[in-house]
């Protein structure tokens, strides 16, 4: 079989950390093209590939047309970029949150729909070792009915992650639109519907820029959630958690607990309230300090290679998304917000 000819659309972190090392790894694909305004960051990982490097989206899909893109751009930029790939005839996977609104998101729903390619969005929680332990242990029924939960993702913030450090686009308004809540929080709105196998129907949230100067984007969140089949609990996203990274995920349940993250080398902990305690070591949850591989990339390149639905499609990365809205919605207006 051919080689899946992919193009990377923004030569930030998360492409150099996550995409372009993934991509290289797997032996389905073809690195073509990089794109990014600043043109050099572009032709450096244009060299080591062997591909072309692009100022531009348009020029690059006009001139190389590759049969896949990843879109790791501000997140301004998700949508329109996205779109346009779509409509150039490439398989779209774009990062988190997938757009700044559910009506782009639904746009970019349509145009991967009337273009026949693939739209998968980059919630790589779903992929971790612990997480998928921890619905496969779920889905025994050992623990009944989960009853509630926390779940939390925080870490110091972009500053130490992304290339620019405290001049990074996370922290302009006009290109971020929101802050730890459209970077930590809706990875966390995605896990708890994948888990629990469960939408959100109503949410209650305290989100704002508490500690970060310089910026008006949020950089902590703290809410509250209400599934549809009845287990209440909460998300946490946040930026100030200068003594190290937690993503952490507790499911407190009809017949015992269940700890996600909590310890260093049992990452799925099961405590009955039979007093059976049942340890699982899976393999470590990823982080900005210690980079483990998404599974994100190769899912993606799975589905193009067998025509399958991708594992995390544009209909539930927009039902994820539409989660954080709804807190932001719970914010602006001080009060309780049901989802459709």
Not at 93 to 121: F, G, Q, R
Not at 139 to 163: A, I, M
Request: hydrophobic share 40%.
């Amino acid at each position: 079989m051919s080689k899946i000819r992919v193009a990377i659309i923004g030569c930030g972190s998360i492409s150099k950390y996550r995409h372009i090392p993934e991509y290289a790894a797997n032996d389905q694909v073809e690195l073509v093209a990089f794109v990014d305004p600043i043109i050099e960051r572009a032709q450096q990982f244009a060299d080591e590939h062997g591909a072309k490097a692009f100022s531009d989206h348009q020029t690059m899909l006009a001139e190389v047309k590759p049969d896949a893109v990843s879109v790791c751009t501000p997140n301004y930029l998700h949508a329109p970029i996205s779109i346009d790939a779509a409509n150039a005839g490439a398989h779209v996977l774009v990062e988190k949150p997938m757009a700044v609104s559910d009506e782009e998101a639904a746009a970019m729903i349509a145009a991967a729909s009337s273009n026949n390619v693939k739209l998968m969005v980059g919630h790589n929680q779903r992929f971790m070792p612990p997480h998928v332990k921890a619905k496969q242990v779920l889905q025994t029924g050992v623990l009944g009915k989960v009853l509630t939960f926390r779940t939390s993702f925080g870490h110091p913030g972009p500053e130490g992650w992304s290339v620019d450090g405290k001049g990074s686009w996370f922290f302009r308004k006009d290109e971020a639109i929101m802050g730890a809540m459209g970077d930590l929080g809706v990875h966390k709105s995605d896990l708890i519907r994948w888990m629990l196998d469960d939408e959100v129907a109503e949410v209650a949230a305290f989100i704002g820029t508490i500690d970060k100067q310089d910026t008006d984007v949020d950089d902590n969140s703290s809410c509250l959630v209400r599934m549809k089949g009845g287990a209440i609990g909460t998300l946490v996203a946040s930026w100030t958690y200068y003594k190290g990274e937690d993503n952490t995920t507790i499911l407190w349940c009809e017949n015992g607990v269940m700890k996600i993250g909590t310890h260093p080398d049992d990452q799925v902990i099961v405590e009955l309230r039979n007093g059976s305690v049942e340890k699982y070591k899976v393999g470590a949850i990823s982080t900005n300090d210690k980079q483990e591989s998404s599974g994100v990339i190769d899912a993606f390149v799975d589905s193009i290679a067998t025509d399958a639905t991708p594992a995390v499609s544009g209909e539930e990365g927009r039902k994820s998304l539409n989660v954080i809205l709804a807190m932001f919605e719970s914010q602006a207006k001080g009060q309780f917000v049901k989802i459709n």
